[in-house]
């Protein structure tokens, strides 16, 4: 059984740096692909990104570009998001989550490419 927890979130003021964590169990976590989504009050989950199972491609939506960066430690069966430059548009639930096929290339955006999902971190950034 496959279980991400994800810890991390919390207030910021715009302009600052959070590093949300995304632990994982189960001895296949080096195996698949692993994205970060966000859900704000109101609106649909959104692809935030996503790294491949080996760590070698990542992949962020163009809002985070060059603000949010993706990274893995399989000896640790973890996931990161260091979020920097944090807008209050940036605020939302995040939610860490498995890809659904093992060694998949090139990385699933959409909810539907991922099975296991953590319960989610609070991100708030306040102006």
């Known amino acids: 059984q496959v279980q991400l927890v994800e810890s991390g979130g919390g207030l910021v003021q715009t302009g600052g740096s959070l590093r949300l964590s995304c632990a994982a169990s189960?001895?296949?976590?080096?195996?698949?692909?692993m994205g970060w989504f966000r859900q704000a009050p109101g609106s649909e989950r959104e692809f935030v990104g996503a790294i491949s199972w080996s760590g070698a491609t990542t992949h962020t939506t163009d809002s985070v570009k060059d603000r949010f960066t993706i990274s893995r430690d399989s000896a640790k069966s973890t996931v990161y998001l260091q979020m920097n430059s944090l807008k209050p548009e940036d605020t939302a639930v995040y939610y860490c989550?498995?890809?659904?096929?093992?060694?998949?290339?090139?990385?699933?955006?959409?909810?539907?490419?991922?099975?296991?999902w953590g319960q989610g971190t609070q991100v708030t950034v306040s102006s």
């Open positions: 189960g001895r296949t976590f080096r195996n698949y692909a």
């Open positions: 989550a498995r890809d659904r096929v093992a060694f998949r290339v090139p990385l699933g955006t959409t909810p539907g490419a991922y099975e296991h």
